[in-house]
């Protein structure tokens, strides 16, 4: 059974941070990444990383905040979320893809996480 955990969530002030991880078990990918739903909007992409190129890729929209990393021996994922700010505010999920090393569109993956409440307050 494939499952994906995502764990870090929380609230927090304008320009703070938080780490999320997610942890993958029953198998790997080529591509693990980060998306995020708010409130009335469409599920969006945030960041991805190629499992064994190790290649990353960021929205626009959070370039230079946050960094996505992973750990192969823990097949765990992470996202480092710095700078936060109130748009950021929404479910953050944990995804595999196996379409190759990037993939950016949320068809591109097929397993997903529950997901995790990132709150930013102004």
């Known amino acids: 059974q494939v499952q994906l955990v995502e764990s870090g969530g929380g609230m927090v002030q304008a320009g703070g941070s938080l780490r999320l991880s997610c942890t993958a078990s029953g198998r790997t990918f080529s591509a693990m990444g980060w998306f995020r739903q708010a409130p009335g909007k469409e599920r969006e992409f945030v960041s991805g990383?190629?499992?064994?190129?190790?290649?990353?890729y960021d929205a626009v929209s959070v370039r230079g905040r946050f960094t996505i990393s992973k750990d192969n021996a823990k097949n765990t994922v992470f996202l480092q979320m710095n700078n936060l700010k109130p748009e950021d505010t929404a479910v953050y999920y944990c995804?595999?893809?196996?379409?190759?090393?990037?993939?950016?569109?949320?068809?591109?993956?097929?397993?997903w996480g529950q997901g995790t409440q990132v709150t930013v307050s102004s």
């Open positions: 995804a595999g893809a196996n379409t190759g090393p990037i993939a950016t569109m949320a068809r591109e993956y097929g397993y």
């Open positions: 990383i190629g499992w064994i190129t190790g290649a990353t």
